[in-house]
């Protein structure tokens, strides 16, 4: 059995894509997921599997379709990788909410970072590592700028967390 994060993108925003966590525990365990945990209602849970990367995350995105009509954009990790994405934190000493990473899709080699460098205020911070964009904005991302337009930058698909919910996964993992 492999461990794997599962990090979902665009559900239960405004009303939209609605997927209660009961239900998306559901579909993994028609799945063949073990040891499915789910963390809020943004799509975040760790998971068991014998299959690949790939093929699972297929087979977790066809589910999600045929059950609900809509296709999320699916980002299955395995564990380490999400370890090693949180170990790469260079804000890690920082207030965790204040803390904000994009898990790539695709490493972003074009990122854009003279776009970046100008969407950021002063009080902000951030570092692109291999798999993730992280932001230090000790202000909140209300109203960044930096924050509503990295992705765009970024030129790949990505699903933002903030520290305290990166930390929970990891919490989950350890259980």
């Known amino acids: 059995m492999r ?3 599962l990090l979902l993108r665009g559900i239960n925003v405004g009303g939209h894509n609605r997927l209660p966590m009961a239900q998306l525990r ?3 365990a028609a799945a063949g997921c073990h040891d499915v945990a789910t963390y809020i209602q943004s799509g975040n849970a760790v998971l068991r599997h014998q299959m690949p990367l790939q093929k699972l995350s297929g ?3 066809d589910a999600i379709t045929a059950e609900c009509g809509f296709t999320p954009t699916v980002m299955l990790l395995p564990a380490a990788e999400f370890r090693a994405i949180l170990a790469a934190n260079p804000f890690k000493n920082e207030e965790p909410g204040h803390v904000h990473a ?4 695709a490493p972003a080699p074009d990122a854009g970072l003279a776009r970046i460098a ?3 205020a002063e ?3 951030y570092e692109l590592t291999g798999k993730a964009f992280f ?3 000790p202000l909140g991302i209300g109203r960044s700028k930096l924050a509503s337009g990295v992705e765009k930058c970024l030129g790949v698909d990505s699903t933002a967390r903030n520290g305290r919910t990166l930390a ?3 919490d989950l993992l350890d259980a």
């Open 3 to 5: 461990d794997y994060v």
């Open 26 to 28: 559901e579909l993994l």
């Open 59 to 61: 087979r977790i995105s």
């Open 102 to 105: 994009w898990i790539l899709g």
């Open 118 to 120: 100008a969407l950021a």
């Open 123 to 125: 009080s902000e911070r």
């Open 135 to 137: 932001l230090h904005a």
């Open 168 to 170: 929970r996964i990891a």
